[in-house]
């Protein structure tokens, strides 16, 4: 399956509205008639540009990851070291997540569901994408006899989101633990503490025999 990448000004203005409207009120509980109201448009035309409501979901899982998708696969072929390769990785999924906290909510609560999560079908294309770009980062760095030969790599990912997610569904436990009193304060901790943390966890992964 080839996904399109490329859309029009109408076409992203109803992918936005739908983003919010999947992320406050669910996918299932969300209309197309509701996103055709709130877009100011009629019925007709999102079923134009998109066939049904399955595939507006779709199209907006590859709006929202596209550029993941595409600097994953520039940073694999740039001239730096794989550890710093590593860095920037984890860095790309951090930034990307929480400057896109609908889309993630909404393809959470579907993949969580099973076999509903065939809605978003387009998301594996895109995160077999961004295996190869990781894998060929991480045998680069097994090659220079950087990183260790056993690493499991389709669970680096998981182990990157997985705190990521973990941290920001118990936003609440966290702040009040961590005294993160503002919206600020939190996502700074994100972008600093929380993110050398997901660094240094993958980083002793990577390079260290940690099972002994």
């Known amino acids: 399956?080839?996904?399109?990448?490329?859309?029009?000004?109408?076409?992203?203005?109803?992918?936005?509205?739908?983003?919010?409207?999947?992320?406050?009120?669910?996918?299932?509980?969300?209309?197309?008639?509701?996103?055709?109201?709130?877009?100011?448009?009629?019925?007709?035309?999102?079923?134009?540009?998109?066939?049904?409501?399955?595939?507006?979901?779709?199209?907006?899982?590859?709006?929202?990851?596209?550029?993941?998708?595409?600097?994953m696969a520039h940073l694999s072929t740039e001239n730096l070291d794989p550890i710093e390769k590593i860095k920037k990785v984890i860095d790309l999924y951090i930034n990307r997540i929480n400057c896109n906290k609908g889309i993630f909510r909404i393809i959470h609560f579907e993949l969580t569901k099973g076999k509903e999560s065939s809605k978003i079908k387009a998301l594996d294309e895109i995160r077999y994408a961004n295996l190869l770009s990781l894998t060929s980062i991480i045998e680069e760095g097994q090659s220079k006899g950087i990183f260790r030969k056993d690493v499991i790599i389709p669970l680096i990912p998981p182990t990157i989101l997985g705190t990521f997610f973990h941290f920001h569904i118990n936003k609440m436990y966290f702040q009040e633990i961590l005294n993160l009193k503002t919206e600020e304060s939190f996502d700074n901790y994100i972008k600093t503490t929380l993110s050398k943390h997901i660094q240094q966890t993958i980083n002793a992964l990577l390079t260290y025999d940690i099972a002994h």
């Open 1 to 71: 399956m080839s996904l399109n990448t490329d859309f029009n000004e109408k076409q992203i203005e109803i992918l936005l509205v739908a983003e919010t409207l999947f992320a406050d009120n669910g996918f299932e509980g969300t209309s197309i008639r509701t996103i055709a109201k709130e877009a100011k448009i009629n019925v007709a035309m999102v079923s134009y540009y998109f066939g049904s409501k399955d595939k507006l979901l779709e199209a907006l899982v590859v709006y929202r990851t596209k550029d993941l998708r595409f600097e």
